[in-house]
């Protein structure tokens, strides 16, 4: 159990790291970010932040060496990144970067724990991306194996024609098969360093253009009947990998039960609620777990909640929201208001049934 005035590093500089800094110095902690040059939102609400290469090996002895534990607040970590990092330091094990960082691979280790992914197929090739089309169908998405997120990295091939004329990415990727379905969700948990697992409730999630636009509580009744069935499957995530902190996966709720999607291995954006809807939020869960405190209490305290994101220019005008009683708003001090990029989040709290 890290002591009170201990420091945390965070790998990563983005909204996540941002407000899982503001977890920690809540506990009583101190924390150090760490990532290459760029708008870092952390930064300002950490103690110190590091500017340096993700392959910096004299940087990252330097801030391990300052750290009493580590963690990283997106899945794009390099692996060798975290690897530098003293085995004893850092949380989750970075074995769980290396599953998820690789697609095909994600989902053959779904397969192996008796989780069902999308029908899919290795592609390297146009040749591939044909022959895995006159196979499993269309429509189906393309996807680059690696660092695709928010619709990056991805291609809707609605035909075999398309699938032919398609300048072919020079990456490997997988072709996923159409999968149809009722309705998005997660299954977020916090599993500590004992093993022990506490799980929230499942919201459902509303995508547009491949990012996360909403997440709704409570759910449907076609997800909350496939939550125990998913649980399951990210209980076994979990164990498998020795994880420590939140993990997060994402599913498709169809007519013959829960079709995995993808896994986070952090805090997730369809957790944003719990800062407000949960009796311990995302973040100060995944504090709790990687500085060995006893795991905080996921149950919902509210009757309805509702996560919006707030994308590119929106944020200008997002004060307007805090009319609104219900309304809790979360800018993250982004400079730049591209189109489509996250800036913050808006967070809409009902006590009672009838809000």
């Not at 110095?25 to 290459?36: F, K, M």
């Not at 300052?66 to 949380?91: G, H, L, M, S, Y």
């Not at 146009?126 to 393309?142: C, F, H, M, Q, T």
């Not at 072709?175 to 379905?181: Q, T």
């Amino acid at each position: 159990m890290l002591k009170r005035g201990s420091t945390i590093g965070i790998l990563g500089g983005g909204q996540l790291g941002r407000m899982m800094a503001m977890s920690a110095a809540q506990l009583g902690y101190r924390t150090i970010g760490y990532a290459p040059e760029g708008d870092n939102v952390s930064h300002s609400v950490n103690d110190e932040f590091i500017s340096a290469g993700w392959d910096d090996e004299t940087a990252l002895a330097a801030f391990a060496e300052r750290c009493d534990v580590v963690t990283w607040e997106f899945e794009n970590v390099p692996v060798d990144t975290a690897r530098a990092i003293p085995q004893a330091k850092i949380f989750p094990d970075p074995l769980a970067l290396e599953t998820a960082q690789d697609r095909l691979n994600e989902k053959r280790f779904i397969e192996g724990l008796g989780g069902r992914p999308a029908a899919y197929a290795k592609c390297d090739s146009g040749y591939d991306l044909e022959s895995a089309v006159d196979r499993l169908g269309a429509p189906g998405i393309l996807k680059t194996r690696r660092d695709g997120y928010d619709g990056k990295g991805q291609w809707r091939i609605m035909s075999v024609h398309e699938a032919s004329a398609l300048k072919f990415p020079d990456a490997p990727c997988v072709y996923e098969g159409f999968v149809e379905f009722d309705a998005e969700f997660s299954v977020i948990l916090v599993r500590s360093q004992e093993g022990e697992i506490r799980f929230w409730d499942s919201t459902r999630n509303v995508h547009e253009g491949g990012i996360l636009s909403a997440s709704h509580y409570p759910a449907t009744k076609e997800i909350d009947a496939q939550v125990a069935e998913a649980r399951e499957l990210a209980r076994k995530v979990a164990d498998a990998l020795k994880y420590v902190g939140v993990l997060t996966l994402e599913f498709f709720a169809t007519h013959g039960g829960p079709v995995f999607n993808e896994m986070a291995p952090r805090v997730h954006n369809s957790g944003h609620w719990t800062i407000e809807g949960a009796a311990t939020s995302q973040f100060e869960n995944h504090i709790r777990a990687v500085a060995g405190l006893p795991l905080g209490d996921t149950r919902t305290t509210a009757a309805r909640v509702e996560m919006r994101n707030i994308l590119g220019s929106d944020i200008e005008e997002a004060h307007r929201h805090l009319s609104d009683s219900r309304a809790h708003l979360h800018d993250y001090g982004k400079a730049e208001a591209k189109e489509g990029r996250k800036m913050g989040h808006l967070t809409l709290v009902s006590r009672d049934t009838r809000g």
